[in-house]
């Protein structure tokens, strides 16, 4: 089993920055891709972005490319999300997931709790 423990979400005007965490709790952090979804009200959730805990690979979606930036670090566990220029149209609830190693990001084993993050004009 894993276990998420997402933060790092608050209020920031538009264009700011913020950083968000997702600490995992397992032995084979390894053998996961973490992802970050959101989810606005009123609308589904998205994936913004994904990587491979084993070999660094990343993806984003259309929205936040160039603007955010998703790290790991293996010896914390720890996944990062770094947001830059930051619109109103970000505001959202953010969850961390975890996908294991070879299935697609989409395909979500584990969830994290949300940290909300809005950002105001």
């Known amino acids: 089993e894993v276990q998420l423990q997402a933060s790092g979400g608050g209020l920031v005007q538009a264009g700011g920055s913020l950083k968000l965490s997702c600490a995992a709790s397992?032995?084979?952090?390894?053998?996961?891709?973490i992802g970050w979804f959101r989810q606005a009200p009123g609308k589904e959730r998205e994936m913004v972005s994904c990587i491979s805990s084993r070999d660094r690979v990343a993806s984003y979606s259309d929205s936040v490319k160039g603007r955010f930036t998703i790290s790991s670090d293996n010896v914390k566990k720890t996944v990062f999300l770094q947001m830059n220029s930051l619109k109103p149209e970000d505001t959202a609830v953010y969850f961390c997931s975890a996908s294991y190693y070879g299935s697609s990001c989409y395909v979500v084993d584990y969830w994290g709790q949300g940290t909300q993050v809005t950002v105001d004009y």
């Open positions: 397992t032995s084979r952090f390894d053998d996961y891709a």
